[in-house]
């Protein structure tokens, strides 16, 4: 199963999906980091305060035996400050955490005992102690009991307000995520539609750069990139136009020369009393015909300026078919369904005709078909000679490559059929497929684009 979309469009909003996804992970995780380094600095915070405390009854030399209001503050407003003979904070519930900052905050001041302070959440009451107001009004609120050793086998004790929760809120995080990546995927999809639209014109120019209907020039478009390429195109595609317009009038002069003197030969070589040297040098001349014909169809097989006709498929098939009368006991053809399509039905005749004396060539029985749907059209020849591999597929394609010395060779052929009818289906937009088989024997397949 494919996973990753094959379009522009669709690679690009994965990637950037990724991409925000790795972003906005990176970003939670420092969110969480700066959430525990704020707890942290308020926790010293807090912690300074009871040092700074702590140190100020020592110098005041006070007596802590009831709660004292410090520094001017109201009584009890914010917390509470106790001398008891045990540590009021909680022993079997501490907290390991904050009594590890309160250790190396009591150390850092220099106070005596620090290292054996402690800190625990306030879960009730100081015990032995009233309970005043300020501890009813903090009861909603966490509070943080903190426990110093204070002289011979007394504690000092400190109730202070714990830092205040702050929930991760995952909504505006995820609200966020989605807004950024719709903002990013529309701006994508803007410039993929400023992109696409001239290389789709570009790739349709190049797939057909030498068939008829080839496109005319591409006006440079879309960003600079872009524009620079269909120049570069438009140069390459003039100078392979111009290389076969030489390739094809040197063709032409050729086939005009050659023709005139094989014409004369053909008439001289009637008067030779000699019969069998006579139909010697006919079947030779012919073969020369034949082979400079062979030669012409490839040179113009879907030469630019030929004009395209809408031609019923289903009656040239049936001509090319009764025009082999002498092997219509080997020839078949299945009921052919009616197909109008746009092309050039004189490469086709002739693709066609290729295709089915190879199949009577090297088999004894030709049946041709037609299988069509919405994009392309399918004619089939299938015959029950002895096929080929891949390899000889790919060799016999070539042009001027006949069969293996083992297949039979009995007409004049010099290798240019498989070379003709690829050509022909090439100019039609689709492909000439070759495949063995399973019963025996070859299917070639000349495959049409489908313009109803």
Same mark, same amino acid.
């Given at each position: 199963?494919?996973?990753?979309?094959?379009?522009?469009?669709?690679?690009?909003? =994965?990637?950037?999906?990724?991409?925000?996804?790795?972003?906005?992970?990176?970003?939670?995780?420092?969110?969480?980091?700066?959430?525990?380094?704020?707890?942290?600095?308020?926790?010293?915070?807090?912690?300074?305060?009871?040092?700074?405390?702590?140190?100020?009854?020592?110098?005041?030399?006070?007596?802590?035996?009831?709660?004292?209001? @410090?520094?001017?503050?109201?009584?009890?407003?914010?917390?509470?400050?106790?001398?008891?003979?045990?540590?009021?904070?909680?022993?079997?519930?501490?907290?390991?955490?904050?009594?590890?900052?309160? $250790?190396?905050?009591?150390?850092?001041?220099?106070?005596?005992?620090?290292?054996?302070?402690?800190?625990?959440?306030?879960?009730?009451?100081?015990?032995?102690?009233?309970?005043? *107001?300020?501890?009813?009004?903090?009861?909603?609120?966490?509070?943080?009991?903190?426990?110093?050793?204070?002289?011979?086998?007394?504690?000092?004790?400190? =109730?202070?307000?714990?830092? !205040?929760?702050?929930?991760? !809120?995952?909504?505006? =995080?995820?609200?966020?995520?989605?807004?950024?990546?719709?903002?990013?995927?529309?701006?994508?999809?803007?410039?993929?539609?400023?992109?696409?639209?001239?290389?789709?014109?570009?790739?349709?120019?190049?797939?057909?750069?030498?068939?008829?209907?080839?496109?005319?020039?591409?006006?440079?478009?879309?960003?600079?990139?872009?524009?620079?390429?269909?120049?570069?195109?438009?140069?390459? !595609?003039? $100078?392979?136009?111009?290389?076969?317009?030489?390739?094809?009038?040197?063709?032409?002069?050729?086939?005009?020369?050659?023709?005139?003197?094989?014409?004369?030969?053909?008439?001289?070589?009637?008067?030779?009393?000699?019969?069998?040297?006579?139909?010697?040098?006919?079947?030779?001349?012919?073969?020369?015909?034949?082979? @400079?014909?062979?030669?012409?169809?490839?040179?113009?097989?879907?030469?630019?300026?030929?004009?395209?006709?809408?031609?019923?498929?289903?009656?040239?098939?049936?001509?090319? =078919?009764?025009?082999?009368?002498?092997?219509?006991?080997?020839?078949?053809?299945?009921?052919?369904?009616?197909?109008?399509? *746009?092309?050039?039905?004189?490469? @086709? !005749?002739?693709?066609?005709?290729?295709?089915?004396?190879?199949?009577?060539?090297?088999?004894?029985?030709?049946?041709?078909?037609?299988?069509?749907?919405?994009?392309?059209?399918?004619?089939?020849?299938?015959?029950?000679?002895?096929?080929?591999?891949?390899?000889?597929?790919?060799?016999?394609?070539?042009?001027?490559?006949?069969?293996?010395?083992?297949?039979?060779?009995?007409?004049?052929?010099?290798?240019?059929?498989?070379?003709?009818?690829?050509?022909?289906?090439?100019?039609?937009?689709?492909?000439?497929?070759?495949?063995?088989?399973?019963?025996?024997?070859?299917?070639?397949?000349?495959? @049409?684009?489908?313009?109803?």
């Amino acid at each position: 199963m494919r996973v990753f979309p094959k379009s522009l469009v669709g690679q690009l909003a =994965v990637v950037i999906a990724v991409a925000l996804l790795i972003a906005q992970g990176v970003n939670l995780f420092l969110l969480l980091q700066s959430r525990e380094r704020i707890t942290q600095l308020q926790l010293e915070t807090i912690f300074e305060r009871f040092a700074d405390d702590v140190a100020t009854i020592e110098e005041r030399n006070l007596s802590l035996k009831g709660r004292l209001p @410090l520094r001017g503050e109201r009584p009890f407003r914010r917390r509470l400050f106790f001398l008891s003979d045990t540590p009021q904070a909680n022993e079997d519930n501490f907290a390991d955490k904050e009594t590890a900052i309160l $250790r190396e905050v009591l150390l850092s001041a220099k106070l005596p005992g620090a290292e054996a302070a402690f800190a625990s959440p306030l879960t009730g009451p100081p015990r032995g102690q009233m309970r005043p *107001s300020s501890v009813q009004e903090r009861s909603s609120h966490p509070a943080l009991v903190l426990s110093l050793p204070y002289g011979e086998g007394q504690w000092v004790n400190g =109730v202070y307000p714990a830092p !205040r929760p702050n929930p991760l !809120r995952l909504a505006p =995080v995820v609200v966020q995520t989605v807004v950024i990546y719709t903002v990013l995927l529309f701006a994508v999809i803007l410039l993929i539609r400023r992109l696409s639209a001239p290389l789709s014109r570009l790739t349709e120019a190049a797939e057909k750069v030498m068939t008829p209907d080839a496109p005319p020039s591409l006006p440079p478009e879309g960003p600079a990139d872009i524009q620079a390429l269909t120049l570069a195109f438009e140069n390459m !595609r003039a $100078r392979i136009r111009a290389l076969f317009k030489e390739k094809d009038m040197m063709l032409g002069a050729i086939g005009h020369d050659l023709r005139t003197p094989l014409t004369s030969l053909r008439i001289r070589v009637e008067t030779i009393e000699d019969e069998r040297l006579r139909e010697k040098m006919i079947t030779s001349i012919e073969e020369l015909s034949f082979m @400079l014909e062979d030669i012409l169809n490839l040179a113009r097989n879907g030469q630019e300026g030929a004009t395209a006709t809408s031609f019923a498929l289903h009656t040239l098939i049936q001509e090319v =078919v009764d025009g082999f009368l002498q092997d219509q006991g080997r020839l078949s053809c299945r009921p052919l369904p009616e197909s109008i399509i *746009s092309g050039y039905p004189l490469l @086709l !005749r002739r693709a066609l005709q290729n295709l089915i004396e190879n199949g009577l060539r090297y088999g004894n029985q030709v049946t041709v078909s037609i299988n069509q749907n919405t994009d392309y059209i399918d004619i089939h020849i299938d015959d029950d000679g002895p096929g080929m591999s891949e390899e000889e597929q790919a060799t016999l394609r070539q042009a001027f490559t006949r069969g293996e010395a083992s297949r039979n060779k009995t007409t004049g052929g010099v290798g240019l059929g498989l070379a003709l009818a690829e050509k022909a289906a090439e100019a039609h937009g689709g492909a000439l497929l070759l495949k063995m088989r399973e019963e025996g024997g070859l299917r070639a397949t000349l495959r @049409l684009k489908s313009v109803s």
